[in-house]
């Protein structure tokens, strides 16, 4: 029987990937942010190079411990959103359903479950609104 393991070198090479995506998703500059939408893209690349050079049982096992890790941010996100809700706000609910699928979107899930607490902690500031253009009339433009 075979040694089934999770590849380390293509988890280093995720990481890189879901850095890269996490880093570009902190912008809001609209060209810069784009280049987030490479890292999601690399990372299912990489799943489908990854099958060619490592047995399919490493493949598939590196890939879900990834996904229920990217399921776990997630969840911690909703946690802390849930915590940080005041009493009179409705309190969100917690989906443990994100650990299910997250084996599939979790290059998206991570970037986005950490731009969230950035922002929701403070640390990530909001972009600032453009001006509304301004009718003849003095009134804002619906």
């Known amino acids: 029987m075979s040694d089934i393991h999770i590849s380390i070198r293509y988890l280093i090479f995720f990481l890189i990937a879901v850095g890269w995506t996490t880093l ?11 280049y987030r939408n490479l890292g999601i893209l690399a990372c299912y690349i990489l799943l489908i190079v990854m099958l060619f050079p490592v047995p399919f049982t490493s493949a598939l096992l590196t890939w879900c411990a990834l996904g229920v890790g990217g399921g776990l941010v997630y969840i911690a996100y909703e946690l802390l959103g849930r915590a940080r809700a005041s009493e009179r ?10 650990v ?15 731009e969230y607490i950035l922002a929701d902690m ?10 509304q253009p301004v009718k003849k009339d003095g009134s804002p433009a619906a």
């Open 24 to 34: 570009f998703s902190l912008s809001h500059t609209r060209g810069i942010r784009g």
């Open 89 to 98: 706000e409705q309190k969100s609910k917690v989906s443990f359903g994100h």
């Open 122 to 131: 403070g640390i990530l500031k909001t972009p600032p609104m453009p001006p």
């Open 100 to 114: 299910i699928y997250g084996n599939l979107m979790w290059p998206v899930m991570v970037p986005e479950a950490v």
